[in-house]
């Protein structure tokens, strides 16, 4: 009864912001840096694309914005995390306040409203046209006339599973992650390949709240990242950062999403609707957790 | 090591405090600094002290909460939750239970207590049975919390007739008692006490001393023959039952009724976890970090009045300090995680 072209047509809109910040987060993972900071990253990325828009006058400029936001939110992490050494949790919790705190503090120092600001200079992001495809019931729901940017992600699952496994950086990543002082002692900075990472996640969250703010609608409101970063975070987690996985994973949390928005549109109270995705990835990640405990005890066993 | 910390810790102070003494020596810039001590401190009967003091309430009960599970070394971060369900709770005990104030307002206080004790708990029965880390599942908890209370104070049990996203006013005679000629409630008191007490128990009690143990090292508590698996979940309920309580002062005291976000909005949690840390999780410090973040909040809300500079620099200010602290302090979470499971 749900799956009409309407919804079917939402969902990439749905899961492309969680979908780049899950990428982002599974390279963070692979390199063995927790970033829980993936909220404040996009939001801050949500942001600064709709100041890239207003100041250039077209979207490209937000999406400017928007990375080099991120890749500076990423770039703070890596000073006070990996240079440093401080401890992950303390630098993500810190970065998510000053995402809240500076977006905040900008939208009033810039724009001079405060909670929301919607303005015409804000130009959405292109969408793709497919042409004849979108005449073929269901798929040319889902595939025409969505953002760039959901390509975009869809592509970047691939390249990054390919880049993981592949190219001698990607390898680098996962050899910072399981053994620093291997990559160490073949001449490579474990730190430099670690905030590489980071800054790869910071523009992959930035440009997922960009897909927030300037294509699902072209506006800012405060927190508007509203903890999908933190779902990003589960996606991954479940996943245990193998990206074939994390599409699927995604979709699926944006079909929830897709649907708790319709039923919405059936009178279904908001605030009960936006609370299932979370009730989801709780379910989902004990499915996850359980399997991986009774694998570990199954392994601890043949060990011994 | 010890002393190149300490240094750490007074150089920015040194710095800041000088710093001050420029912006007041300077006339242009004279306006702001004063408009932060004004902020914080000033006002007419000193009115302004007092928003500080209540602010400084709830985020001593926040903190202590955090502190509670942080020191067992159990990463709760999910206090919004529970002080949220805690708030609603005690709102709508408060409006709908009839009886006397005093039986009204107890039982308020027990049922926000429970009510956010239940909310730590279940996080904790996902962690150990479910397997999901506590840092995650207390976190991801935070969400629904926040959404079903947006979702009674919009729906069910909305003051239709106020046009705002609140409850009713709850029973005027049971709410907590505001000291003569100010806007700071008793709550305080009961907070104050609440932090007295855990302090003190931390420090003497054989309680205390396993708590601190099994976060120092939980394999060394495994050993030793606690009872860890009870500690858990008691940590747990303790660290909830704060996080209940100080939803109850906040709706009893200052506001007479749950307004959607009132918890939320202001960062309480996020602030009291940043307090907490900036004390390096030493009990008897918390409560100056948690009163100097109060006055950085409350004082840039006087430097928006008077030097039009957004409040949200506070914010700002704040994450600052937490990635200096994140910086200098080393792993100061993550590594008394490792041991666990």
């Known amino acids: 009864m749900f799956l009409d072209s309407a ?62 936001a991120g890749a500076a939110f990423g770039l703070i992490f890596s000073f006070f995390g990996v240079q440093r ?36 200079r804000i130009v959405e992001i292109p969408k793709v046209n497919l042409g004849p495809v979108a005449d073929i019931p269901f798929i040319g729901d889902l595939l025409s006339g969505q953002s760039i940017l959901v390509w975009f992600a869809v592509l970047m699952v691939f390249a990054t599973h390919f880049f993981l496994n592949n190219h001698y950086y990607g390898l680098r990543i996962r050899a910072a992650g399981q053994n620093a002082s291997a990559l160490r002692s073949v001449g490579v900075s474990p730190e430099r390949v670690k905030t590489a990472a980071l800054v790869a996640c910071g523009i992959l969250c930035a440009l997922g709240g960009a897909q927030l703010s300037i294509s699902n609608v072209t506006l800012f409101t405060e927190g508007m990242s509203a903890g999908r970063g933190w779902i990003a975070l589960v996606i991954v987690m479940m996943c245990s950062a193998r990206l074939p996985w994390i599409l699927p994973t995604a979709i699926l949390f944006g079909l929830v999403d897709a649907m708790g928005f319709r039923m919405q549109g059936l009178g279904l109270p908001q605030q009960l609707t936006e609370a299932l995705p979370y009730l989801l990835a709780i379910v989902v990640l004990i499915i996850a957790f359980r399997r991986k405990s009774i694998r570990q005890q199954a392994l601890g066993q043949s060990d011994a | 090591m010890i002393r190149s910390r300490y240094v750490s810790i007074i150089a920015p102070l040194a710095i800041i405090f000088l710093g001050v003494l420029t912006l007041l020596a300077i006339p242009q810039t004279r306006p702001v600094v004063e408009g932060f001590l004004n902020g914080a401190f000033g006002g007419r009967n000193h009115f302004n002290l007092f928003s500080t003091l209540a602010r400084f309430s709830i ?11 942080f020191r067992a070394g159990l990463l709760n971060i999910g206090g919004e939750g529970q002080l949220v369900l805690g708030g609603l709770t005690a709102a709508l005990v408060g409006v709908y239970l009839p009886g006397p104030p005093l039986y009204v307002s107890v039982v308020a206080l027990l049922a926000a207590m429970t009510a956010g004790a239940s909310w730590a708990v279940l996080a904790g029965l996902l962690d150990r049975v479910a397997k999901v880390p506590l840092l995650i599942g207390s976190l991801l908890l935070n969400y629904p919390a926040s959404y079903l209370a947006s979702y009674f104070v919009s729906h069910p049990f909305r003051d239709v007739a106020s046009g705002a996203t609140q409850t009713h006013r709850i029973m005027t005679e049971a709410r907590l008692p505001r000291f003569p000629g100010t806007i700071l409630d008793y709550g305080i008191l009961l907070i104050g006490a609440t932090a007295i007490l855990v302090i003190a128990l931390e420090k003497t009690s054989v309680f205390g001393y396993r708590v601190r143990m099994q976060g120092y090292s939980y394999g ?35 506001n007479q009724r749950y307004i959607d976000g009132m918890l939320t909005i202001p960062l309480y949690t996020w602030t009291a976890i940043a307090a907490v840390l900036l004390a ?62």
Request: hydrophobic share 55%; net charge negative.
């Open chain 1, 7 to 68: 919804i079917i047509e939402s969902i990439p809109r749905f899961f492309t912001p969680v979908l780049l910040a899950a990428i982002g987060s599974a390279l963070c993972e692979r390199a063995a840096v927790f970033n829980i900071a993936l909220e404040g990253m996009m939001l801050v990325g949500a942001f600064a694309a709709v100041v890239g828009c207003v100041y250039t006058g077209s979207w490209m400029g937000g999406i400017g914005f928007a990375i080099v």
């Open chain 1, 85 to 120: 050494g401080g401890d992950d949790i303390i630098v993500s919790i810190g970065l998510n306040v000053l995402a809240i705190g500076l977006t905040a503090f900008l939208l009033r120092a810039l724009f001079g409203v405060q909670g929301q600001f919607e303005d015409p």
């Open chain 2, 59 to 69: 985020l001593l009960g926040m903190a202590m909460s955090v502190l509670v599970s």
């Open chain 2, 220 to 254: 060394f508590a495994r050993t030793s023959g606690f009872p860890t698996g009870a500690l858990y979940y008691r940590t747990l309920i303790i660290s909830g039952m704060i996080a209940g309580m100080t939803g109850y002062t906040a709706v009893f005291g200052l």
């Open chain 2, 280 to 341: 390096a999780i030493i009990p008897l410090i918390t409560p100056v970090t948690a009163f100097f973040f109060a006055m950085l909040a409350t004082g840039a809300i006087g430097m928006e009045r008077s030097a039009d500079i957004p409040r949200e620099i506070g914010q700002i200010v704040q994450a600052v300090i937490v990635l200096y602290l994140a910086g200098v302090g080393g792993k100061m979470l993550s590594g008394g995680t490792k041991e666990d499971h």
